[in-house]
């Protein structure tokens, strides 16, 4: 194999792993509350910094 291929491999595998453990993450139980209290951050105008600015 050559080194692309290696390195293919790799990142492949590695990319593999991350999804697996963020997916076990996301859909375990207990983590259902932590993830359902940052559920609206994206769209909370409270914390903005654009009207700090204003």
């Given at each position: 194999?050559?080194?692309h291929d290696?390195?293919?491999m790799?990142?492949?595998i590695g990319t593999l792993l991350?999804?697996?453990?963020?997916?076990?993450y996301v859909f375990n139980p207990k983590n259902?509350?932590?993830?359902?209290?940052q559920?609206?951050?994206?769209f909370d105008?409270?914390?903005t910094d654009s009207e700090?600015?204003?």
């Open positions: 194999m050559t080194l290696w390195i293919g790799i990142l492949t991350a999804m697996v453990w963020i997916y076990t259902k509350e932590r993830l359902e209290s559920r609206n951050i994206p105008e409270k914390n700090k600015e204003k």
